[in-house]
């Protein structure tokens, strides 16, 4: 597992690549948090994900409601097939990600809980 | 009584609803074959009548229904497509299953061959391939398409039958669950192996990254599992964790399959339910929602006014299920008889406590009667109402009837209806039923013309028979409209006149020729046929009708078609009445047929040839003594009073002594005894305890004419020189 953080002008872009299990989560962790810390949007690029299990998840899930809770937008790009099956297999809605985050961002009304 | 009895005879009652609906529902079908709706209704009473009559012991029933429950069950999944030949199947079942249930009770002996018979054909109509319980068909049924669809999905709604039980399984790990090396996601897999499955994990509730252990699970999940395996395979799945976790399996089974016709339950209450939110949350959260209506109306996307239409259409539909639902309590009838009987009773005496009271003068007592009049004067309304039953029902059964006559008379013909929500008393509907199939019968056997003689006379090869019913003041008028050839009034008189019952050089009026239909042994047509012809029919038209206090009325257009208004009571329990008083005796007039009251003084009155005439606003009316015709004893009173009545837009005046005024009347029947006297129809009693005679104002003005005809018969006889 590997994780790529490039700034941009809007904020920054966290890719990660790799597996992302219970093994490496501990690891993810601190170059996670060190990117919510930064200015700006963060958006997750998950193209290159590789296998994820629940922790890997669960992981992601953090992250994201950690955004939210700073009032960041926080959005999800590159679900590949493998990481949608992967949510579907634990039963997390992709919603679960991104869309609570922009929505907050936009000042609206939580869709998901519609 | 024998339970297995007592359930037998519910099921007969019941049965007999199912086959209405299962008549009703086919006749649908035919005309819209894509009815999916129809089919699945039809399939569902089809269905009930199977494991109802299986469930009380009626195991002949039980399997003869299973043979067309399979054949629907493939209409239903579109393996099968509705044809000719399981409509008429379907009807000879419902014509089979309603023979069963009459033998099952008369112990009469039932056709097996023929049940046998159409078990087999409807066995044909299946593909081969599918098992249909019946003996292997030997040809493919041309309309049976082939390309059979694939097999449903398991439903998570368990069918019937299906020993799957549903559950919601709650799975709450402690966050050291990772790191004792199990894997969530292989658990779940485990479970979907069990049957159909459906899971949530409860991802909103993680805590921030930054202070979290990403090691740690905080996740928790709702799982809702359809099994056959049972909740100890559950567990087993959940064995290894069950220290570090909080498993809870509840069976919700009944939540989901009670009625799978049903919606399916709201989220707030499946919330409330599982004990997500408490009652407080869910009302004060659908407080501060948005309707949809107003949400789509803010957005600019559609007009209020569309709205409130869209929603005035969904509460009729909410009304109509509501109607459907038949939320009904089943009561004998015998009990309703009974509740009436006592209701008139007590109307009756309040009659008698008013009029004492009235003479006491006992100020007193007068508001507490009178507040019992009003509470009595309710009840007798509601006690009314709830026997007062749609016709539709009866209505329904005709389309058969229609289908089955107009095919074998080789005519087409579609059968109209309106009016099919008007309310009567259920005693009228019943005795409805058969007058109403003799009059729709001439209707398709004389009445409607076939497709060859219409062509000709520039009419649409189909006729239609139109059935109306409207409420009329205190009467509903049932209408049968056709609009084939018409009365032929001068092959009426020819036959009248041939059979004598019409003096050769009497002319008569067209509602007087009409009138001749309705005499016994009376027809016309040239052949007899199955259908009618045999001259019985019209006059027990005219009996039952009248027993019932209603009147007919023929309207005809040669070549334009034939009405014929029955005009019914819409209850045959209490009717408002006009007491009068003859000598020592009271007599109630129906108040709907009074048209006036008067004063019998010497200007109005007249006596030509033997015959009594008043002078109604310049027209002349004949005039009946009830003394006369009651035998009552003189003397008569210096100043008598006439009552005109219309009955069937005949006038006639009533002399009676003294008019009393308007009369709550609660009909009693008479005994057997008075079955046949012509002038009366019934009784009541008064407030003093007297009874009262309730006058049959048709059967007095029909014996009237007989006497009349007798009086002229006897006079042309006198002047008829006597041959030697």
Known sequence: MQINVTQTDDGSIVAIVGELRLAAVADAKPDLVAALATQGALKLDLSDLGDCDTAGLQLLLMTCASARAKGKRCVTVGHTAAFRAALDRVGIAAASFALQAVARDDGQDDPGRR | ?724
Request: aromatic residues 2%; negative net charge; proline residues 6%.
């Open chain 2, 1 to 724: 009584m024998d339970p297995a009895d007592l359930y037998q005879q519910t099921f007969r009652l019941e049965a007999d609803e199912l086959l209405a609906e299962i008549e009703a529902v086919i006749l649908l079908i035919e005309e819209n074959p894509e009815d999916d709706d129809a089919v699945n209704r039809l399939f569902r009473a089809v269905h009930t009548m199977k494991g109802s009559g299986g469930m009380c012991g009626l195991t002949d029933i039980a399997n003869f229904s299973h043979g067309l429950e399979s054949v629907l069950d493939k209409v239903r999944s579109k393996q099968l497509r509705v044809s000719r030949a399981l409509i008429d199947l379907t009807l000879a079942y419902r014509d089979q299953v309603a023979i069963m249930l009459r033998a099952d009770g008369d112990g009469v002996a039932v056709d097996t061959d023929r049940a046998a018979d159409i078990t087999r054909r409807l066995a044909a109509l299946c593909p081969p391939a599918a098992p249909s319980g019946g003996p292997a068909p030997n040809q493919q049924p041309p309309d049976a398409t082939s390309d059979v669809a694939s097999p449903n999905p398991k439903p998570l709604v368990a069918a019937p039958n299906d020993p799957s039980v549903s559950y919601r399984i709650r799975f709450a790990p402690q966050p050291p669950l990772f790191l004792s090396g199990t894997e969530p996601a292989l658990l779940l897999d485990e479970l979907r192996g069990l049957g159909d499955c459906a899971v949530v994990a409860h991802a909103d509730d993680v805590p921030l990254l930054e202070d979290a252990d990403p090691e740690a699970c905080h996740l928790s999940w709702d799982i809702l599992l359809t099994t056959a395996s049972g909740k100890d395979a559950i567990k087993d799945v959940f064995a290894f964790v069950e220290d570090i976790s909080k498993i809870d399996i509840e069976d919700v089974s009944t939540d989901f399959i009670h009625n799978p016709d049903e919606p399916p339950p709201r989220l707030g209450d499946i919330l409330l339910r599982r004990g997500d939110i408490a009652t407080r949350d869910l009302d004060d959260a659908l407080r501060s929602q948005a309707r949809l209506g107003e949400l789509l109306v803010g957005g600019g996307v559609v007009s209020g006014a569309k709205v409130a239409s869209a929603l005035t259409e969904q509460q009729s539909i909410a009304r109509q299920q509501l109607a459907a639902k038949n939320d009904s309590v089943r009561v004998p009838s015998d009990k309703l008889d009974a509740l009436i009987d006592l209701v008139g009773e007590l109307v009756t005496n309040q009659a008698r406590l008013g009029q004492v009271t009235g003479d006491t003068g006992n100020l007193l007592l007068q508001a507490p009667v009178e507040e019992a009049e009003r509470l009595i004067g309710e009840l007798r309304d509601i006690v009314l109402t709830v026997r007062m039953m749609p016709i539709g029902a009866t209505f329904s059964r005709f389309k058969r009837l229609v289908r089955d006559l107009s095919g074998d008379l080789h005519k087409q013909i579609d059968l109209v209806t309106r009016g099919a929500e008007t309310e009567l008393d259920k005693t009228v509907i019943d005795r409805l039923g058969d007058p109403l199939v003799h009059l729709i019968r001439n209707c398709i056997d004389h009445g409607i013309e076939s497709p060859e003689a219409r062509t000709r006379s520039g009419k649409p090869p189909t006729g239609t028979i139109t059935l109306t019913a409207v409420h009329q003041g205190a009467n509903v008028i049932i209408s049968v409209i056709d609009d084939g050839a018409g009365l032929d009034t001068t092959a009426i008189l020819a036959k009248a006149r041939e059979r004598g019952l019409v003096p050769p050089d009497t002319d008569l009026s067209e509602r007087e020729i009409f009138e001749l239909i309705f005499l016994p042994g009376f027809s016309t047509a040239r052949t007899v046929t199955g259908v009618s012809g045999r001259g019985v029919g019209m006059d027990v038209v005219r009996r039952e009708v009248d027993s019932l206090r209603g009147s007919i009325d023929v309207h005809s257009e040669p070549g334009h078609g034939t009405r014929i208004d029955l005009s019914l009571p819409l209850t045959l329990a209490i009717i408002e009445g006009l007491m009068v008083h003859v000598a020592d005796d009271k007599f109630v007039i129906p108040l709907a047929a009074v048209e006036e009251c008067m004063e019998l003084t010497a200007d109005r009155f007249a006596t030509t040839s033997g015959r009594n005439i008043i002078h109604v606003r310049g027209a002349p009316v004949p005039l009946m003594r009830l003394r006369d015709i009651f035998s009552l004893p003189e003397p008569r009173p210096p100043l008598e009073q006439a009552v005109v009545v219309n009955v069937a837009d005949v006038r006639v005046g009533l002399a009676v002594d003294q008019v009393i005024g308007n009369h709550q009347t609660v009909i009693k029947s008479l005994g057997k005894l008075y079955r046949k006297a012509d002038c009366i129809s019934g009784a009541t009693i008064t407030g003093d305890g007297n009874v009262a005679l309730i006058l049959d104002l048709a059967g007095i003005i029909r014996s009237a004419r007989n006497d009349e005809a007798a009086v002229v018969a006897r006079n042309a006889a006198m002047r008829r020189p006597v041959a030697a």
